[in-house]
């Protein structure tokens, strides 16, 4: 098989492709590198191609002689969406339809898409389900619906075979602290290592399905497999809640520091509670996560510890 991946360059990417490799596959990569990072590519024999989602034409050329696109490439982060939504809505969406132009023009023959459990917003149900109505509360998170949206369009209408795998708060190995839009995870364990406190924004009492990053990359390339999932939308996601205050002290207890976040004011556009049945994901792609919350989080300060230590 060939395959595309987009936003190869990112965290989830480029452990999607560097397993992809390992299966066997050649593997193109399109980034822009805009947040996504070279280096993470070094020493894998893919093919890397520099160009923006924005670009049909550069998309195009991306697509074309492959068999699946996987398409990760997006501009992340609520709080990034609520700053700059116009970029945001160009980059995720009109991004994903040039993705899937080009797949359909291109004869591709699956496309699976990153979507978020930011999609559900102020749903207040629990444990999230893919029939529960979505209630997006920022930017970036109309933007993941729009994209799961065309996608069902293009697979009722063109009959391209379409994925959305709506992933939970993933995190693990490679994920970087350096950026004011960085994740939890890897901002805790750098405030920890450096002996500051951690930021916890709100009260703490806020819940994350945190989702160990190989188990997301398993996700992905069953998706792009298995008969019977095109057409679908999966929750990916660890299927436990864990609270921010929670997190601090489990990494506090990792970590072997004092447990004393510090708190500053909640931010808008934030999901309170959050917490994915990921049991469709489980009957049709035959998917579960394997990784336990404590032995991701070991995983994770172990190898951000070493970035760190250069």
């Known amino acids: 098989m060939r395959a595309l991946v987009t936003g190869g360059g ?43 989602l924005r670009s049909y034409e550069r998309v195009h050329t991306a697509v074309r002689g492959v ?3 996987f398409h990760l490439g997006a ?13 945001t809505h160009a980059v995720n969406v009109d991004g994903t339809l040039n993705v899937l ?40 998170a109309v933007s993941k ?30 994920q970087s602290p350096h950026s004011e839009y960085a994740a939890v995870v890897p901002r805790f364990i750098a405030a920890m290592s450096a002996g500051e406190p951690p930021t916890i924004y709100g009260d703490g009492a806020q819940t994350r399905d945190f989702t160990f990053v190989e188990d997301v990359v398993d996700a992905f390339v069953r998706a792009g497999s298995t008969d019977g999932a095109a057409g679908h939308t999966f929750n990916i ?29 909640g931010r808008d556009g934030e999901v309170r509670l959050s917490e994915g049945d990921a049991s469709l994901a489980g009957r049709i792609l035959d998917w579960r996560p394997t990784t336990s919350a404590r032995s991701g989080l070991e995983r994770s300060v172990e190898a951000l510890a070493a970035t760190l230590a250069v």
């Open 75 to 87: 501009l992340p982060s609520v709080q990034r969406s609520i700053q700059d939504p116009l970029t």
């Open 237 to 265: 996601a660890g299927g436990r809640q864990l609270s921010i205050r929670g997190l601090a002290s489990l990494l506090a207890e990792i970590i072997e520091v004092e447990d004393a976040p510090r708190f500053e004011p």
């Open 10 to 52: 990112g965290f989830i990417g480029h452990h999607l492709v560097r397993r992809l490799l390992a299966d066997g596959h050649d593997v193109r990569v399109l980034d822009n590198f805009a947040t996504g990072s070279r280096a993470r590519l070094a020493g894998m024999p893919a093919e890397v191609i520099e160009g923006d």
């Open 101 to 140: 132009l080009a797949s359909r023009d291109e004869g591709v023959g699956r496309v699976v898409i990153a979507s978020s459990s930011s999609v559900y917003g102020a749903n207040p149900a629990l444990p999230k389900a893919e029939t529960d109505i979505p209630l997006p509360l920022s930017p970036y």
């Open 145 to 174: 619906l729009a994209a799961e949206r065309y996608c069902a369009a293009f697979h009722a209408v063109y009959g391209l075979e379409t994925v959305a795998l709506r992933l939970f708060n993933v995190y693990g190995p490679g």
């Open 67 to 69: 068999d699946r696109v």
